[in-house]
């Protein structure tokens, strides 16, 4: 069975631009989360979402922003990129509830803010 | 508010040592705690898992304590390898809500 696949796996931005990721869930899972992840802050929660509708939302602008299309796959955006959303940005799969099933992690895509 | 939080922030061990790796959290309603294993250049990947049902479980040479008096759990690895080193995250949920992750350990094993 597939793992959770991202892309791309590196990005390279300017402040100001906008970036969209893309992540595939693995196969029958229904539930997707995104995580940023920094070196002083750890990993925090961004946003989960299953079945196509937000599920929980972590404590981030506005300019931060997920979807979940019907065949699972999910793809978040950063609008008017600033340096600090320089991180990387992991998503995560779950077969149906995040603290009841387990979460599994793809490996993540690297943004950087030039 | 940290609502989970994890020490030591890194940690150095020869090898067969034993590695502690601690965790406290504040909201007496969780009732999931996890801890993930990352390795550079891959996403965090689950190890072990507890419930406050029981105090202790165990794989292989991993095993979580869990005091719920305390507001306290700890990964314990046994005999230490140079394989084990990578990052260690403690985190914790509530029902569906989302996982609340520690700022995670580096653990480092000397050949």
């Known amino acids: 069975k597939a793992g959770v696949t991202q892309t791309p796996r590196y990005l390279i931005k300017t402040r100001g631009q906008q970036v969209t990721l893309s992540c595939s869930p693995i196969?029958?899972?229904?539930?997707v989360s995104w995580y940023q992840q920094t070196p002083g802050q750890g990993l925090q929660f961004l946003f989960e979402?299953?079945?196509?509708?937000?599920?929980n939302k972590g404590n981030f602008p506005g300019r931060f922003s997920g979807r979940q299309f019907s065949n699972s796959r999910s793809e978040m955006n950063v609008s008017t990129l600033e340096l600090g959303d320089s991180a990387l940005y992991l998503c995560a799969s779950t077969w149906l509830v995040p603290g009841t099933d387990t979460q599994y992690f793809g490996p993540g895509t690297r943004l950087t803010v030039l | 508010q940290q609502q989970v939080k994890q020490s030591p922030q890194s940690l150095i061990v020869q090898k067969g040592g034993i590695s502690i790796i601690n965790c406290a959290y504040e909201n007496t309603a969780f009732d999931y705690f996890p801890w993930y294993q990352q390795f550079p250049g891959k996403g965090p990947a689950l190890l072990i898992a507890?419930?406050?049902?029981?105090s202790e479980k165990k794989e292989g040479r991993f095993t979580i304590s869990f005091n719920k008096s305390a507001k306290q759990f700890s990964l314990h690895i046994m005999d230490s390898q140079p394989g084990d080193s990578a990052t260690y995250f403690c985190?914790?949920?509530?029902?569906?809500?989302?996982?609340?992750f520690g700022k995670g350990m580096k653990l480092t094993v000397n050949p």
């Open positions: 507890i419930r406050p049902d029981v």
């Open positions: 985190a914790a949920s509530r029902g569906s809500e989302k996982l609340v």
């Open positions: 979402y299953f079945s196509e509708t937000q599920r």
């Open positions: 196969s029958g899972h229904r539930s």
